[in-house]
């Protein structure tokens, strides 16, 4: 009597063609799109002279992404990924040429930069979900936290090359750094032309009422103990720490810290998140989801207070870089516990939801450790920030959803009507 067929390995991710050229392409256009937005400012200020009109530039690249976020999660579910992702390369390629002409010829106005920093901010608001919601097409589940990670590390290194490289851009040329933007966004197109995404089947018409969607999705997150419970996580991760960074800067300039000290500090910062997303597959694998999340915060809970005991801008970058290398691995377990256990016609809603959620605790945050580091003494700030993880992280331990979270839970239920 003859057995089953075996069952063919999982392909690595090292040898995963698709996901390494989706990965390879948005490595390029990350690092184009972080030195055009470093160059923004720098070139309404050379052109108007006005603060206002800069920040109006870049206010309007957070806005379309805040107002584009649910509808496209909707667009996400309901269509061609692949065709979205394209969609937005071209886009912002288009955009980029566009204000390189406008540079070159001395017609770059401000209402133009607006329009331009509404389409990057719109595409990118697009393509977040649209990736998420293909890689469990594109990896096998046994990868996907380490696809995850990886791509966390991709997104770490294209704002630190292309921060650190757009001021030199600019410098050589005030069109260098849009012109890098155009040609990487251009190859990275190029590159997701060959990208293989299954196709999906398309979704049962819901009325085709877009508002309707978006609500069935949000519904579908609130109603699952399991995803609301890592959507709270994430959410308050992103409020305090963005808040605790901002009172540590704005304490190390009342203890006269030299500013080339706290450039090293943010430095720092970063290179810290970029090795804490290489850690975080081997973190995720031998924690499991669970243990992942709630060690990550209580380490934060630790750490954090020990900023007030430090006064040396190196010994708190040193500080910064150790914890930076704890929350890539409970976003890698937040993000791989989501997209396994959500339905695939729900997961660009899910992305497009955690995304706009994390992104105002993020612009929250920086306000929120404004306010504390104006009202409060800057260690008992710091202690404010530190009770907020705390609180985060006794909440994760006690959580019963998060405790059932398992890599070997089977996939959540699909949300009737949703």
């Given at each position: ?11 690595p991710l ?21 030195a ?66 406008a ?18 901010g ?43 490289s757009g ?36 979704p ?16 579908w ?61 081997v973190?995720?694998?031998?924690l499991g ?30 500080l910064?870089?150790?914890m ?10 937040i ?19 955690l ?13 929120l ?14 202690l404010v ?14 959580s ?19």
């Open positions: 009597m003859t057995g089953a067929p075996p069952v063919s390995p999982p392909v090292a040898r995963n063609r698709d996901y390494r050229l989706l990965w390879a392409g948005q490595a390029l256009s990350e690092f184009g799109f972080h055009s937005m470093i160059a923004f400012p720098l070139l309404v200020l050379a052109l108007t002279g006005s603060g206002a009109a800069s920040g109006l530039v870049m206010g309007t690249i957070a806005a379309a992404q805040m107002v584009a976020g649910l509808p496209a999660g909707v667009l996400v579910d309901r269509y061609d990924r692949k065709a979205i992702m394209l969609g937005c390369e071209a886009a912002q390629a288009l955009s980029a040429i566009s204000l390189v002409v540079v070159w010829t001395g017609t770059a106005t401000v209402p133009h930069m607006v329009v331009v920093a509404a389409v990057f719109a595409s990118a608001a697009l393509f977040e979900p649209a990736e998420s919601a293909s890689l469990p097409a594109l990896v096998a589940e046994a990868h996907l936290p380490t696809a995850v990670a990886m791509n966390t590390a991709r997104s770490s290194m294209g704002q630190l090359s292309g921060t650190a001021g030199f851009l600019f410098a050589a040329g005030r069109s260098m750094p849009f012109l890098a933007d155009a040609v990487t966004h251009t190859l990275s197109f190029f590159a997701l032309l060959f990208v293989r995404l299954p196709k999906r089947e398309r049962a018409a819901r009325g085709g009422h877009l508002g309707r969607e978006v609500l069935a999705g949000l519904r997150v609130w109603q699952e103990g399991g995803i609301r419970a890592t959507v709270v996580c994430a959410v308050v991760l992103n409020l305090f720490f963005s808040a605790f960074y901002i009172v540590v800067i704005v304490l190390a300039g009342t203890r006269g810290v030299p500013s080339g000290e706290v450039g090293v500090m943010a430095a720092m910062l970063g290179a810290g998140g970029l090795f804490g997303a290489l850690a975080a597959p973190l995720h694998r031998r989801p669970y243990r992942a999340i709630v060690a990550v915060f209580w380490a934060l809970a630790a750490l954090t207070p020990v900023a007030a005991l430090v006064h040396s801008g190196y010994l708190t970058g040193v910064f870089a150790l930076a290398l704890f929350p890539p691995t409970a976003n890698t377990a993000m791989t516990e989501q997209l396994l256990h959500t339905p695939d016609e729900l997961r660009g809603r899910l992305t497009s939801a995304v706009l959620a994390c992104g105002a605790a993020g612009a929250a945050g920086p306000a450790g404004g306010l504390l580091a104006q009202v409060l003494p800057g260690d008992r700030a710091i920030c530190s009770a907020g993880i705390t609180a985060a992280a006794v909440f994760a331990t006690a019963p959803a998060l405790r059932r979270l398992s890599p070997n839970r089977p996939p959540g239920k699909r949300a009737a009507g949703a």
